[in-house]
């Protein structure tokens, strides 16, 4: 079955910094999502990139298929940024998304 | 627009008893998907619908698990005989026309079996 690997594991940054989030994964995806969740929280779609490059806000996903990888890049973070970050491929159908276990966001004022 | 709803957010059973989980789709989405959610296993796919017909039911255990989807307007998930192992969050998600389309999640029911 798919595997997703997400690094860095956790991340701690000063507000206002940039940070880079890496995902990748072992098998063909033909759908691609980063989450967000919050201690506790719901999940809450952030955007659905399976490939290309994709912005909203103050994020940006590039995701280039033949290589199975997937990156999520937040600009200017913010202490609302603050909490775990889901990358998720599906499979060869799209619809079967696999989580790998997140990278956990700090950002401290 | 409301999101996915799920019912009720917390249950706590006593091991060996039944408990019923209920989904209600965005207005207009054919998709509905149930995944379970746990610090051992992370996030798991269990079962899939479009058009209210069970599509794939792959991940759902073998035994005691059972899904349905009787109308477009909600779902349900069965555990018979609920067991210790069985406590986790169960997450719904649903999204507009199926495979590929993006899937949005529920706030999900916390399972507890004592």
């Known amino acids: 079955g798919q595997q997703v690997q997400q690094s860095p594991a956790s991340l701690v940054l000063q507000e206002g910094e940039n940070a880079e989030l890496q995902c990748n994964f072992s098998s063909t995806a033909t759908q691609l999502q980063w989450f967000y969740q919050s201690p506790g929280g719901s999940l809450v779609s952030l955007l659905s990139?399976?490939?290309g490059t994709k912005h909203t806000g103050r994020l940006t996903s590039t995701t280039v298929t033949k290589e199975r990888r997937s990156s999520l890049h937040i600009s200017s973070s913010q202490t609302t940024d603050s909490g775990t970050y889901l990358c998720?491929?599906?499979?060869?159908?799209?619809?079967?998304?696999?989580f790998g276990t997140g990278t956990s966001l700090l950002v401290d004022p | 627009n409301a999101g996915v709803i799920q019912t009720p957010r917390h249950k706590v059973t006593g091991k060996g008893q039944e408990a019923t989980l209920w989904c209600e789709p965005i207005s207009g989405h054919s998709a509905v998907f149930w995944y379970r959610q746990t610090i051992v296993q992370g996030l798991e796919f269990l079962t899939y619908?479009?058009?209210?017909?069970?599509?794939?039911d792959s991940g759902m255990p073998k035994e005691r698990f059972s899904a349905q989807m009787p109308n477009q307007s909600h779902s349900t998930l069965k555990i018979q005989s609920t067991q210790p192992q069985d406590s986790a969050v169960y997450l719904c998600?649903?999204?507009?026309?199926?495979?590929?389309?993006?899937?949005?999640f529920g706030p999900g029911t916390r399972l507890t079996v004592l």
């Open positions: 619908f479009r058009n209210q017909a069970p599509i794939d």
């Open positions: 998720a491929p599906g499979g060869n159908m799209g619809y079967k998304l696999t």
């Open positions: 998600a649903s999204s507009r026309q199926g495979e590929r389309n993006e899937q949005y």
């Open positions: 990139n399976p490939s």
